[in-house]
């Protein structure tokens, strides 16, 4: 299994422009999210998803839309970059949507926004 | 809301100790507690994990404990190694939205 996967490792933008991260798991996990983890603060939670079809916002979701069309799939799309969005991503999969459940998270996407 | 502090941001041990972090909440009493490795430049791993109405957990020379009257969770790791060098993330369920709140992270050191 290769686990929890995220493209790009590492990416530039420009204010303004627009992008989506990508995320896919292989192990049939329901329950999938995004978190941000920038100095100093721990990670915090973006959007999430409970299955297929089914998102809702996390702590920090301005700026950010996500979909689920899919299992595997949970793309994190920036609508208009602004260097407040300078972070590293982390996309996160269980196997349910309990907090008793270890989460399994990918290597990460490094964004700058100039 | 609920709020989680890891109250030293770095750790210096020598190899051979036992490292000690600290992790402190407030608000309600959550029923799960979770532990977490970070090393630079890649995600966070899951180490482990203890329930409200467990005491202790261990798995080779890691050591939980959960304290519920003092809110606080202690994560040991016995004998250390310089390979242990790495952020400790506690994190612990945020309250209605049923997700993981993280703490900030222990930067711990473990020096030959």
């Known amino acids: 299994n290769a686990g929890v996967t995220q493209t790009p490792k590492f990416q530039v933008l420009k204010t303004g422009q627009s992008m989506t991260l990508q995320c896919a798991q292989d192990?049939?996990?329901?329950?999938m999210s995004w978190y941000r983890q920038d100095p100093g603060m721990g990670l915090r939670l973006i959007h999430y998803s409970v299955g297929a079809g089914i998102t809702d916002q996390g702590e920090v979701p301005n700026g950010y839309n996500v979909s689920r069309s899919t299992t595997e799939d949970f793309p994190l799309r920036l609508l208009s970059a602004a260097p407040s969005q300078t972070s590293v991503y982390f996309c996160a999969s269980s196997s349910e949507y309990r907090t008793s459940h270890e989460q399994y998270f990918g290597p990460g996407t490094r964004l700058t926004v100039t | 809301s609920q709020k989680i502090e890891q109250n030293s941001e770095a750790l210096n041990i020598q190899e051979g100790k036992t490292a000690t972090l600290t992790c402190n909440y407030t608000n309600y009493s959550p029923a799960y507690l979770q532990w977490y490795r970070q090393d630079p430049g890649r995600g966070p791993v899951f180490l482990l994990l203890i329930r409200e109405n467990e005491k202790e957990k261990r798995k080779e020379r890691l050591k939980v404990t959960f304290d519920t009257t003092l809110k606080q969770s202690l994560f040991h790791i016995t004998a250390s190694q310089p390979a242990d060098s790495a952020t400790y993330l506690c994190?612990?369920?945020?309250?209605?939205?049923?997700?993981?709140?993280f703490g900030k992270g222990t930067k711990l050191s473990v020096k030959p």
């Open positions: 192990m049939n996990h329901e329950y």
């Open positions: 994190a612990l369920d945020g309250g209605s939205q049923g997700n993981l709140i």
